[in-house]
Protein backbone atom coordinates (compact mmCIF):
# COMPACT_ATOMS: atom_id res chain seq x y z
CA UNK A 1 0.00 0.00 0.00
CA UNK A 2 0.95 3.51 -0.46
CA UNK A 3 -0.03 6.23 1.40
CA UNK A 4 -1.25 10.16 1.63
CA UNK A 5 -0.70 12.55 4.02
CA UNK A 6 -2.67 15.28 5.05
CA UNK A 7 -2.94 18.23 7.69
CA UNK A 8 -5.32 17.20 10.05
CA UNK A 9 -6.34 20.69 10.78
CA UNK A 10 -7.15 21.20 7.11
CA UNK A 11 -9.61 18.37 6.79
CA UNK A 12 -12.10 19.58 3.86
CA UNK A 13 -10.14 22.21 2.46
CA UNK A 14 -8.13 22.07 -0.26
CA UNK A 15 -4.52 22.35 -1.15
CA UNK A 16 -3.91 20.21 2.64
CA UNK A 17 -1.69 17.40 1.30
CA UNK A 18 1.76 17.39 2.48
CA UNK A 19 3.09 14.29 1.59
CA UNK A 20 3.15 11.07 -0.40
CA UNK A 21 4.81 8.13 0.19
CA UNK A 22 5.58 5.00 -1.52
CA UNK A 23 5.78 2.18 1.08
CA UNK A 24 6.15 2.24 4.30
CA UNK A 25 9.98 2.99 4.36
CA UNK A 26 9.46 6.17 3.35
CA UNK A 27 6.04 6.66 5.62
CA UNK A 28 7.92 5.84 8.39
CA UNK A 29 11.04 8.72 7.67
CA UNK A 30 8.64 11.66 6.42
CA UNK A 31 8.86 12.92 10.35
CA UNK A 32 5.06 12.56 11.14
CA UNK A 33 3.31 13.72 14.19
CA UNK A 34 -0.35 13.47 15.95
CA UNK A 35 -1.31 16.70 13.20
CA UNK A 36 -1.02 14.60 10.32
CA UNK A 37 -3.80 12.50 9.08
CA UNK A 38 -2.38 9.32 6.86
CA UNK A 39 -4.59 7.83 4.28
CA UNK A 40 -3.73 4.46 2.33
CA UNK A 41 -4.32 4.08 -1.06
CA UNK A 42 -3.66 1.70 -3.72
CA UNK A 43 -0.53 1.77 -5.47
CA UNK A 44 -2.37 2.58 -8.98
CA UNK A 45 -3.52 5.92 -7.05
CA UNK A 46 -0.04 6.80 -5.89
CA UNK A 47 1.75 6.41 -9.20
CA UNK A 48 -1.38 8.81 -10.48
CA UNK A 49 -0.68 11.33 -8.24
CA UNK A 50 3.04 10.77 -8.56
CA UNK A 51 3.18 11.37 -11.93
CA UNK A 52 1.05 14.46 -11.87
CA UNK A 53 -2.18 12.31 -13.69
CA UNK A 54 -4.06 12.26 -10.50
CA UNK A 55 -4.15 15.94 -8.80
CA UNK A 56 -5.37 15.80 -4.88
CA UNK A 57 -8.00 17.98 -3.78
CA UNK A 58 -8.71 17.76 -0.12
CA UNK A 59 -9.76 14.64 2.36
CA UNK A 60 -13.05 14.54 4.14
CA UNK A 61 -12.64 11.39 6.84
CA UNK A 62 -10.77 8.46 5.22
CA UNK A 63 -11.85 10.05 1.65
CA UNK A 64 -9.43 12.13 -0.90
CA UNK A 65 -10.92 14.37 -3.38
CA UNK A 66 -9.29 13.76 -6.40
CA UNK A 67 -9.34 15.91 -9.95
CA UNK A 68 -7.91 15.75 -13.14
CA UNK A 69 -4.54 17.51 -14.13
CA UNK A 70 -4.07 20.59 -16.21
CA UNK A 71 -4.71 20.02 -19.57
CA UNK A 72 -1.05 19.03 -20.82
CA UNK A 73 -1.82 18.97 -24.55
CA UNK A 74 -0.45 22.67 -24.80
CA UNK A 75 2.94 21.92 -22.61
CA UNK A 76 5.56 23.02 -24.75
CA UNK A 77 9.05 22.99 -24.25
CA UNK A 78 9.68 25.84 -22.09
CA UNK A 79 6.87 25.10 -19.88
CA UNK A 80 8.77 21.60 -19.64
CA UNK A 81 11.45 23.46 -18.64
CA UNK A 82 10.28 25.77 -15.84
CA UNK A 83 9.09 22.32 -14.65
CA UNK A 84 11.90 21.30 -14.38
CA UNK A 85 13.74 24.27 -12.90
CA UNK A 86 10.72 24.35 -10.27
CA UNK A 87 11.18 20.69 -9.26
CA UNK A 88 15.35 21.58 -9.03
CA UNK A 89 14.52 24.24 -6.35
CA UNK A 90 11.47 22.55 -4.37
CA UNK A 91 13.93 19.38 -4.01
CA UNK A 92 16.91 21.41 -2.90
CA UNK A 93 15.20 23.28 -0.74
CA UNK A 94 14.37 20.27 1.36
CA UNK A 95 18.20 18.96 1.56
CA UNK A 96 19.13 22.54 2.56
CA UNK A 97 16.57 22.16 5.29
CA UNK A 98 17.71 18.75 6.35
CA UNK A 99 21.23 17.54 5.00
CA UNK A 100 20.82 14.21 6.67
CA UNK A 101 17.53 13.19 5.18
CA UNK A 102 16.66 9.69 4.72
CA UNK A 103 15.76 10.58 1.04
CA UNK A 104 19.04 12.67 -0.04
CA UNK A 105 20.70 9.95 -2.25
CA UNK A 106 17.55 9.87 -4.33
CA UNK A 107 17.16 13.59 -4.38
CA UNK A 108 20.48 14.05 -5.72
CA UNK A 109 20.46 11.26 -7.86
CA UNK A 110 16.96 12.68 -9.54
CA UNK A 111 18.01 16.45 -9.39
CA UNK A 112 21.84 15.55 -10.89
CA UNK A 113 19.60 13.69 -13.62
CA UNK A 114 17.02 16.59 -14.21
CA UNK A 115 20.31 19.41 -14.35
CA UNK A 116 20.98 17.23 -17.25
CA UNK A 117 18.20 16.23 -18.91
CA UNK A 118 18.02 17.68 -22.74
CA UNK A 119 14.94 18.86 -23.74
CA UNK A 120 15.49 18.83 -26.79
CA UNK A 121 14.95 14.93 -26.99
CA UNK A 122 11.34 16.04 -26.45
CA UNK A 123 8.16 15.64 -28.54
CA UNK A 124 6.81 19.29 -28.43
CA UNK A 125 4.16 19.45 -27.69
CA UNK A 126 4.41 17.00 -25.05
CA UNK A 127 1.17 15.60 -24.74
CA UNK A 128 1.95 14.19 -20.53
CA UNK A 129 3.32 15.20 -18.05
CA UNK A 130 6.82 15.47 -17.98
CA UNK A 131 6.63 13.26 -14.69
CA UNK A 132 4.61 10.65 -16.78
CA UNK A 133 7.03 10.91 -19.86
CA UNK A 134 9.62 10.33 -17.82
CA UNK A 135 8.08 6.99 -15.87
CA UNK A 136 7.37 5.63 -19.66
CA UNK A 137 10.66 5.54 -20.85
CA UNK A 138 12.05 3.57 -17.47
CA UNK A 139 13.28 6.69 -15.65
CA UNK A 140 12.74 7.01 -11.72
CA UNK A 141 10.96 10.17 -11.12
CA UNK A 142 10.79 11.59 -7.53
CA UNK A 143 7.81 13.46 -6.72
CA UNK A 144 8.60 16.51 -4.12
CA UNK A 145 5.84 15.56 -1.69
CA UNK A 146 7.98 12.00 -1.76
CA UNK A 147 10.67 13.48 0.24
CA UNK A 148 11.81 15.60 3.32
Known amino acids: ?21 ENQTDLN ?19 DIK ?35 TT ?4 IGKLENNPNSYFKDRINSYVSFLRNYNIDNLPDPLLMSFEEYLYNNNQTVVNPLQVV
Open 88 to 91: INDL
Open 51 to 85: LIKKLVVKFNGDTVTYSNPLDYTKLYKIGVKNNID
Open 1 to 21: MAYLIFRKDLEGQDKSLVHIA
Open 29 to 47: NLFLNSTHKIIEVSNSDFL
